[in-house]
């Protein structure tokens, strides 16, 4: 299973299903992270964490751990 | 009638500046009952009758952020006449999300799209006519910034309001549909006809908050089952997706983007400001000015000026002369002198200082630079339970802990914000400056390792802190999910700057202003009175050692035995340490028999280094640098905690670990210098054993949010 944290910085995937549960997911779909949607993974962080992608127009961060849970294609 | 328009829209749309246009100065700061969250009320201009409620900037009506359960709350129990709801036009997708939530609630809804310039200035084009029948809401084009069209939004939203025709609502895939409506069905009759969509749609979410304030909770689960097994997700994911369904829908539309190929300037920008070498190092330019600025130079100054020039030269002699001059008694004089305008000139003494950091704290988090603040430092501090926005407070509180706690605000998780209230006095600010060079001169021969060590024990005190608060029960219950938006950079307005800066300092004076005068004059009482020649009486400031602080000091004093300082005259300093900290090194002066000391003290050198050992004296400086912070600091933190039981909470953690470590540097240092092994040894150990348990022990992080803001929202 590839995820959103195995993604290179340039890169644009598509979101195939979100795991884990409660408030961390609905966040993420709350931000418009949803099945189907593209993403596009800007940066990393100086510090390696976290991660800055484009979705649906505007730029997101989120953490690895957090961007583990996306899986994509 | 009075109409209520709530304002409603995601953080970063504008919400501010448009509540600001349209309100004026007339408007009302305080807080959501009970919460942190900050609460906003203003009358429209030019309609006294029309009350604008700003609410909290949010992206979803999700149960699990504070800020979306106080938006929620008060749009289903306080129920406006009608919702504003700002879009930012630049980025329609995710704001439409909100108001595809917004118009369940069967509250008229105005849209009002915010940034129409910059949408037309990319070459973006908006079908407004096509999107109004889509959505099926009035909607206003605005520039909340250049104030166009944002009267005509108000006035649009009035006349929906008078209206009182309920929003018509968008319609999901037609399965979804189906359990809806059978969930609608099952609903109490009670619950009126518009409303009835929203209870059914968090009913099938599982929104347990929602679910509570229910009198008849129809039975659902097989149902929802039932769909989650036919669409492979949970009932939650399914209603999202399916919103966002929607929204790509109604988007695909109207709303043409140009064919862009090159970066925007935002774009530009950010591609240097957050660059994976270069970042680091700007963003350390960028604390230094702050710094610098606000803290070593024009804050320094102007907070000089007041203290010493307003509140020394000036004020003081001025009122003494004219209570002179009318006679007025000696102890009233001292009240008012020593008391009460000593008191204020501490509050006030304050402010410029703040005003001048909260000028530069409002411009970053206007232009959008804050976010990449977190952005940058998430890493280091997330480990502590902190945020990367944690840093601003912790650097400007090595200047002053005051403005370092208020600094605190800029950050959005509440937890993260109370736990960076409770740390940021650890860091030593400048008046606990004169405390380490009076310790390290008198007992250490002035060496350097004494102030740098101050600086070491701080910044652990907060990390040990951070780990450990962040495994209590006080703490454990608040999810703290990091997805942020960055937003796009924008010059801010002056006005806008200016008047969050008047907001945050205005709101110091009036919320801390009071607790740090009350206390002042307290104190000045404790001091100042004693029993003195045979009779209760006012005393000269000599005779400290007569006042009732010092009866206070002995009584105490036993408490700081194992601590190697249980001597009255360093309980009392520690204790005049709470009017603020420099105070201390002043107090011992006094106490030792000089009227007047220098700054480090260093006339009282010898006979403080005869009173004690070193490991003692060093236990001494940790004490007085973690435990309760100043009045003003405790003023601040009550202002930022909003709440007396969280501010008990910090002042009692920091003062229970200033106790621990210094019992711990004591008996332990005692033992390792020679002084034999007791039975404080054996308790400094235990305490070590317990503290490292706290620091490594497992613990789950909670998904759930455990505020309960309807309670609070009622109080």
Known sequence: MQTLKDVKCGQSVSVVKLHGEGAVKRRIMDMGITKGTEVYIRKVAPLGDPVEVTVRGYELSLRKADAQMIEVQ | MAIKIALAGNPNSGKTTLFNGLTGSNQFVGNWPGVTVEKKEGKLKGHKDVVIMDLPGIYSLSPYTLEEVVARNYLITERPDVILNIVDGTNLERNLYLSTQLMELGIPVVMAINMMDIVEKNGDHIDINQLRKDLGCEIVEISALKGTGIMKAAEKAVSVATRNTSAPVHKFSPELENILEDIENMLDAAIPEEQKRFYAIKLFERDDKIAQTMKVVPKVEDMI?????????????????????????????????????????????????????????????????????????????????????????????????????????????????????????????????????????????????????????????????????????????????????????????????????????????????????????????????????????????????????????????????????????????????????????????????????????????????????????MLEAEQLDNSILASVGSVIAPLFTPLGWGDWKMAVAAVTGLIAKENVVGTFGILFGFAEVAEDGAEIWGQLAGSMTGVAAYSFLIFNLLCAPCFAAIGAIKREMNSGKWTWFAIGYQTILAYAVSLCVYQIGTAITGGGFGIGTVVAVLVVIGFLYLLFHPYKESTKLTVNVKKTAKA
């Not at chain 2, 840093?391 to 208020?406: A, D, R, Y």
């Not at chain 2, 703290?480 to 002056?494: D, I, Q, S």
């Not at chain 2, 945050?504 to 029993?531: D, E, N, P, Q, Y």
Request: hydrophobic letters at 50%.
């Open chain 2, 225 to 537: 089952k039932k769909a989650e097994n036919a669409l492979d997700d949970d009932s939650e994911s399914i209603i999202t997706n399916e919103r966002y369904g929607y929204i790509t829908s109604v988007i695909g539309k109207s709303y043409k983007r140009s064919a862009r190929g090159q970066l925007s300037i935002s774009d530009k920008i950010d591609r240097i400001v957050t660059n994976r070498i270069l970042a680091l190092p700007i963003f350390a330019v960028v604390m230094f000015i702050v710094y610098y600025v606000s803290v070593t130079t024009v804050g320094t100054i102007v907070t000089d000026w007041t203290n010493d020039v307003l509140f020394g030269e000036i004020i003081p002699p001025a009122i003494e002369n004219i209570l002179v001059s009318i006679n007025c008694a000696a102890w009233l004089q001292s009240l008012i002198l020593d008391g009460i305008v000593a008191g204020v000139g501490a509050v006030i003494g304050f402010v410029p200082q703040m005003l001048v950091l909260f000028v530069f704290l409002a411009f970053l988090e206007a232009c959008g630079y804050m976010a990449r603040v977190a952005f940058i430092m998430d890493r280091i501090f997330r480990k502590f339970g902190l945020s990367g926005k944690s840093f601003i407070p912790m650097l400007i509180g090595s200047g002053c802990g005051v403005p370092g706690v208020m600094a605190s605000r800029t950050i959005e998780n509440d937890r993260d914000r109370k736990m960076t209230i409770m740390t940021t006095t650890f860091i030593p600010c400048g008046a606990k400056l004169p405390i380490i060079a009076l310790i390290a001169g008198a007992f250490f021969d002035g060496s350097a390792w004494v102030a740098t060590s101050a600086y070491f024990v701080g910044v652990a005190a907060i990390v040990c802190s951070g780990i450990i608060l962040k495994k209590t029960k006080m703490f454990a219950g608040e999810p703290a999910p990091f997805v942020m938006e960055l937003p796009a950079y924008h010059m801010p307005t002056v006005t806008n700057v200016l008047r969050s800066m008047w907001e945050r300092g205005w709101s110091f004076i009036k919320k801390a202003g009071t607790i740090i005068l009350l206390s002042t004059i307290v104190l000045w009482f404790l001091m100042s009175f004693g029993w003195a020649d045979g009779s209760f009486g």
